[in-house]
């Protein structure tokens, strides 16, 4: 049986809730797919996930459930997915910077200053092109099928950074990837690839000066208590992804796979509102914590990373996803 994403993904758009009544539920076979992933129960990621669990149990009368293990429990995202690779897990969540090490297309959301605007990112990750990129792992043994929105990141600190002259020599940790790491460099600081659960740690010892993240995420890891300021550089948007395991996908009837699409779908839209809601109040609740959110010269930033747009342009694969992204509209 072959994965047929693209058919699926046609027809789910035009689905109605209604229309999952029509689907011989009675005929279908029991089956408990697993889905681990590293957020804690309160992220809006992890709210739409569970949403999507009760969706699929409701909309097959019970005869699909789908059993979450949040928090890291079988690991981090690059554990999670070789699961995946090895047929020992059916569904992770991950983020672009994380996919891709396993297919380059996705290193093009760690181009800084990609998107014109707000619109113009929804309507990729979620377009054409989006869909596209979400194939571009099946030769890993595994596909994305949902994207949510993750806001943008910025830089945190312990002191104000406005310009490019004020990270030099500060140590930032990233994400660990070719992009990011030259990112930092070309800012003049230290990129310090160091683990996620570690940052808060590692800023409160100086170990580390600064990291970068979206709004919620500095407010729920409590890296705001030990990084007063937050720079609103928005250098990258970068978005997170549900992703299945093409073996557990192939063994799905195509009943099974529309109710999981469609409720894929809507966890897509239950997350966009949540995601809103959620950065307002991490705002508030920074402040209120003593954070202050710093405004910065935007154009010094886009100047000083122009290289990296080279470096896009002239490599084959990824000048293409670049092509395509700038080719989609802003409207």
Known sequence: MTF???????????????????????????????????????????????????????????????????????????????????????????????????????????????????????????????????QQTKEKGFVSIAAYEAGTRSFYAKKEIKTPA???????????????????????ASPTPIPFGEVYTALQQGVIDGAENNEPSYVQTRHVEVAKFYSEDQHTAVPDYLVVSTKAWDKLSDEQRQIIMTAAKHSEEYEAKLWNEQVEQSRKDAIAAGAKFVQVDKEAFREALKPLYADFQNDPERSVWLKKIEAVSDQ
């Open 4 to 134: 047929k994403l693209k058919t699926l993904t046609a027809s789910m758009l035009l689905a109605a809730p209604l229309a999952l009544a029509s689907f011989s539920s009675m005929a279908m076979d029991k089956i408990t797919l697993k889905l681990a992933h590293n957020l804690d129960n309160s992220h809006v990621v992890a709210k739409a996930l569970d949403a999507m669990a009760k969706e699929i149990s409701t909309a097959s009368d019970g005869k699909m459930k789908l059993r979450i293990y949040p928090g890291g429990q079988m690991g981090g995202p690059r554990e999670t997915i070789e699961l995946l690779q090895n047929g020992a897990l059916d569904f992770t969540k991950a983020s672009a910077s994380e996919m891709e090490p396993f297919a380059p297309a996705f290193s093009i959301f760690s181009l800084p200053y990609l998107f014109k605007n707000a619109k113009q990112f929804d309507n990729v990750i979620h377009g054409p092109v989006g869909e596209e990129l979400m």
């Open 166 to 188: 004020d990270m030099k020599g500060l140590k930032i940790r990233v994400v660990a990837t070719p992009t990011t790491l030259k990112l930092i460099e070309l800012l003049g």
